[in-house]
């Protein structure tokens, strides 16, 4: 398997954008032939780029179907870090609602009123919409998030999202942490490196990776139906691993195809921009106006009035046959052309719609409806499949497990390269296990220790700390991003041994959260179940829970005594 | 109605799965069954396994329709195939009623 690495891998150099720049040119292809055919210019480009995905995978699976074990072995070392990280942000990102309510605790109300008036929620945000702006938005409160989100525009400066309490229609203080939707949720797709949209491109590739080791690890699977459910703990840990290894990447099968190519869909325009380009040329902004819709016409300059927008919210409830929307947006308040969008919501459907209806500022007439095309609706039914804004809880927590089961399935294969490969590394003296060891272990137990180091940082920053330029949200971030470096030293350093030591850390550092939170809060487990807070208390629990697994985890990792001793005996003799 | 649609998707996918894993002689030794017995039940256990998936697909299409209910199903499979597997390795004598021999 390792006896010519160094051909292989320069191969592997040319494969990737090889493929990549194949499906590149296909995708500018299909799209500039499906418009040329008569299929409408968005719809042409969209069903361009989604296939991009397949003839990209399609490519590279054909470039090295004669080494497919290589590639998955390779492929899995080499992006597995950023696969885990990538798996463990989006499955917290499945609950980042829930979790906002816990790093926000001034947003910890009780659930909106069903019915909210939009004139009176204009008339209370007025006063903070600078005379200047260009628009400001309202997002309505939904099932999981229990208040108003605020936001204007003016000139270049975008104002940062204000929360408002939706019974008393108050400014909340400022949370001082970007929470999960913020951090956890971004991180999830872009690694917050937002340089070239360098973060984006690396998690692309990862997901390419994802797909192309689900794949090829299937084929490569001798015993798939043999053993399909076979899982055998008490044999050696290289059996146990690989055995967990193939029950979740087999049976979670279907779920890890679909949220990674989904993941890659919602992407478009960032991974194949050909698509547009080779339609629309340099006019993107054409593009989207035609594919997700928007209405704009240019400011009179003249002052003008805001009619009655509950009244518009009628009239968009007839058309939309009993859809509501879920946010409000004021185009040039205050003068004679100013608009009013409405968007549709989907709180009750899979498909993320880009219904719209735009409205005359002051008389309410409707000046423009958009819907989205048959392909656009389909690359939104796909994308609502991965960004489960539905109300679904079943789902919700099924997403969740099967998200675990995908962070398991990376670990997991982590562990089988270690260990068939570490008695025989030790013999011949090679840095391999010890190198991918420290990447191992810092990219599973580091980031979860740096979660929760940016749970603990939340609660424990007094409410306007700031360091050098750095204000309390980033401070989080730095909490997060600096611990995250020091379980990667310490798992370098200490080798083997790091597993038990973090798992402990994990345990310690959970249950440190959840007294965090009764403390400084003190909304502890028995306050928020009785009054029905289940976010707080579902992490509350979850953190419990975390703890006891750690701590499971640690204590079976233990090394019994006599051994102990045996080892430090050894390491002590010359 | 709609948990107890849930309820019932879920417990039959869990069964469905079951059936094949006891359709493969593995499984079936492990969960207690009689070797010689296999080969007469064999059929019949995957071919209830299959009719049990679909009533599971069928319950989650009737409770939330073709969107939700194949999100609901799909994700349902992996949770039941993986519950299953732990079965058969930490407790296999739970699904040692389904190899029609009797509990003792």
Redesign the interface.
């Known amino acids: 398997m390792q006896r010519k690495p160094t051909p292989r891998l320069l191969l592997l150099l040319a494969a990737v954008p090889g493929a990549y720049l194949l499906s590149a040119l296909a995708v500018g292809g299909i799209g500039a032939a499906l418009a040329w055919a008569g299929l409408a210019r968005p719809e042409a480009v969209v069903l361009g780029a989604m296939l991009g995905f397949v003839i990209c995978l399609t490519a590279l699976l054909w470039g090295y179907r004669t080494a497919l074990g290589w590639l998955h072995t390779w492929a899995g070392v080499a992006l597995g870090g950023v696969l885990f990280a990538v798996f463990w942000m989006g499955t917290l990102s499945v609950f980042d609602r829930e979790i906002d309510r816990w790093m926000m605790p001034a947003t910890r109300l009780q659930p909106a009123p069903p019915q909210l008036s939009l004139d009176r929620i204009a008339a209370a945000v007025k006063p903070a919409v600078p005379a200047k702006a260009s628009q400001w938005r309202v997002d309505l409160p939904t099932d999981r998030v229990p208040v108003l989100r605020f936001t204007y525009k003016a000139g270049a400066d975008e104002a940062p999202v204000r929360q408002l309490d939706p019974a008393l229609l108050t400014l909340l203080p400022e949370p001082g942490s970007l929470g999960a939707s913020g951090f956890i949720f971004p991180f999830h797709y872009g690694l917050h490196l937002k340089w070239l949209d360098l973060g984006k491109w690396i998690v692309g590739l990862a997901g390419m990776a994802m797909l192309v080791l689900l794949v090829s690890g299937v084929i490569i699977h001798k015993k798939i139906f ?1 053993q ?6 008490h044999k050696s840990l290289q059996r146990s691993s690989l055995d967990l290894h193939n ?2 990447g087999v ?2 099968l ?2 890890h195809f ?1 949220i990674t190519l989904s993941g890659l869909i919602i992407f478009i325009t960032i991974y194949y921009p050909q698509a547009h380009t080779s339609v629309y040329g340099d006019n993107k902004a054409a593009f989207s106006a035609e594919a997700y819709g928007k209405f704009s016409r240019p400011k009179a300059k003249a002052p003008g009035t805001l009619g009655s927008i509950d009244a518009m919210v009628a009239r968009a409830e007839q058309e939309w046959a009993g859809g509501r929307p879920y946010f409000v947006r004021v185009w040039h308040p205050g003068d004679a052309n100013s608009y009013v969008e409405l968007r549709r919501s989907y709180a009750h ?3 993320m719609n880009l219904d719209q209806i735009y409205f005359d500022a002051a008389s309410g007439a409707i000046l423009n409806r958009f819907e989205a095309g048959p392909v656009m609706s389909v690359q939104r ?1 796909i994308s609502g ?1 991965h960004f489960i804004q ?1 109300e ?1 809880w ?2 919700r927590w ?2 969740f ?2 998200g675990l ?1 995908g962070c398991m399935l990376i670990a997991t294969g982590f562990l089988f390269w270690l260990e068939a490969r570490r008695a025989r590394h030790a013999k011949r003296g090679l840095a391999g296990v010890r190198v991918v060891e420290g990447i191992a272990v810092g990219s599973v137990t580091g980031i979860l220790i740096a979660t929760l180091a940016l749970f603990a940082a939340n609660r424990l920053l007094p409410a306007n700390a700031s360091l050098a330029s750095a204000d309390r949200a980033s401070l989080e971030m730095w909490a997060f991003f600096l611990t995250w470096l020091a379980t990667l030293a310490h798992a370098w350093m200490r080798g083997r041994a790091a597993w038990r030591d973090q798992a402990w850390i994990i345990c310690a550092g959970a249950l440190a959260c959840v007294a965090l939170n009764a403390i400084t809060t003190g909304d502890h487990l028995l306050r928020t179940i009785v009054a029905g807070l289940w976010a707080v208390a579902g992490m509350d629990l979850m953190l419990m829970l975390v703890a006891a697994l750690a701590a499971l985890a640690a204590w079976r990792m233990r090394v019994p005594a006599g051994v102990a001793r045996a080892s430090i005996a050894l390491a002590g003799s010359p | 109605m709609s948990t107890l649609l ?1 309820l019932l998707a879920g417990a039959a996918c869990y069964a469905g ?1 079951a059936g ?2 006891l359709a ?1 002689p ?2 079936w030794e492990r969960a207690g069954g009689e070797t010689a017995a296999h080969a007469r039940h064999r059929l019949r256990l995957q071919i209830g396994g299959v009719v049990l998936l679909a009533a599971s697909l069928a319950a989650c299409l009737w409770r ?1 329709g073709p ?2 209910g194949a ?2 199903w ?6 039941g ?2 519950a ?3 079965t ?2 930490w407790r296999p004598q739970l699904l040692g009623r389904l190899t029609g021999r009797r509990p003792r």
């Open positions: 043999v399909l459910f076979t899982f055998r703990p029950l979740t049976l979670g279907p779920f679909l459907d899979v498909t039914f499949m539905f679904h079943p789902l099924l997403y497990l099967a089961s | 849930l799965f094949l894993a493969m593995d499984s939330d969107g939700f999100l609901l799909g994700t349902l499979l992996t949770a195939a993986i299953v597997a732990f058969l390795t």
